[in-house]
T-cell receptor, first 113, second 117 residues
Framework: GAGVSQSPRYKVAKRGQDVALRCDPI?????LFWYQQALGQGPEFLTY????????KSGLPSDRFFAERPEGSVSTLKIQRTQQEDSAVYLC???????????FGPGTRLTVL | AQKITQTQPGMFVQEKEAVTLDCTYD???????LFWYKQPSSGEMIFLIY??????QNATEGRYSLNFQKARKSANLVISASQLGDSAMYFC??????????????FGGGTRVLVKP
């Protein structure tokens, strides 16, 4: 399996809990993206890494959202004090370099009760 | 204004027939890229086809072709000889700026396609 993997696939959290979502990109892919997809809508950009550098975090909806990619490979999206409006599928994508087609993982479906 | 507009929320198509999915975009950047992705019920986004703003010819990839009309800012996807496995959500997306600029994708709202046997 050489594709993008994400874990967990499903996460249920109580309102106010912190969650951490993991993304393993395709080996050798320099660029990594996180998107949020609400039910019935297209994905919306959250943040972008080039290697370990977070070059764009303009899509993060609040300071409760934090992403990191410390060694330029695996990335973690952390959401603190989850709210019901955070319920969505969180998609991770990687690409060989900037501007190339992005390959997506299966997503993590987050449900906040 | 929406950057990517997909006006067809859902479509039925007969197996083995062709179907055209509409996509219009809005950008003032002369350099951009247009992408189509398929999202089956499993949830994974599958890359289908890419068209660069400076590409002279319409992109084709197997049964997928992109009808790129730059002056009209449209990038419609044509799926020929539809198969039952083509039933899915289809998203049009745009990258603004040249390849060196990044970059994030902006997605449309999607079109759900159901292929009838």
């Amino acid at each position: 399996g050489a594709g993008v993997s994400q874990s967990p696939r499903y996460k249920v959290a109580k309102r106010g809990q912190d969650v951490a979502l993991r993304c393993d990109p395709i080996s050798g892919h320099v660029s990594l993206f996180w998107y949020q997809q609400a039910l019935g809508q297209g994905p919306e950009f959250l943040t972008y890494f080039q290697n370990e550098a977070q070059l764009d975090k303009s899509g993060l909806p609040s300071d409760r959202f934090f992403a990191e990619r410390p060694e330029g490979s695996v990335s973690t999206l952390k959401i603190q004090r989850t709210q019901q409006e955070d319920s969505a599928v969180y998609l991770c994508a990687s690409s060989l370099s900037s501007g190339y087609e992005q390959f997506f993982g299966p997503g993590t479906r987050l449900t906040v009760l | 204004a929406q950057k990517i507009t997909q006006t067809q929320p859902g479509m039925f198509v007969q197996e083995k027939e062709a179907v055209t999915l509409d996509c219009t975009y809005d950008t003032s950047d002369p350099s951009y890229g247009l992408f189509w992705y398929k999202q089956p019920s499993s949830g994974e986004m599958i890359f289908l086809i890419y068209q660069g703003s400076y590409d002279q010819q319409n992109a084709t990839e197997g049964r997928y072709s992109l009808n790129f009309q730059k002056a009209r800012k449209s990038a419609n996807l044509v799926i020929s000889a539809s198969q039952l496995g083509d039933s899915a959500m289809y998203f049009c997306a745009m990258r603004e700026g040249n390849k060196a600029a990044g970059n994030k994708l902006t997605f449309g709202g999607g079109t759900r396609v159901l292929v009838k046997p």
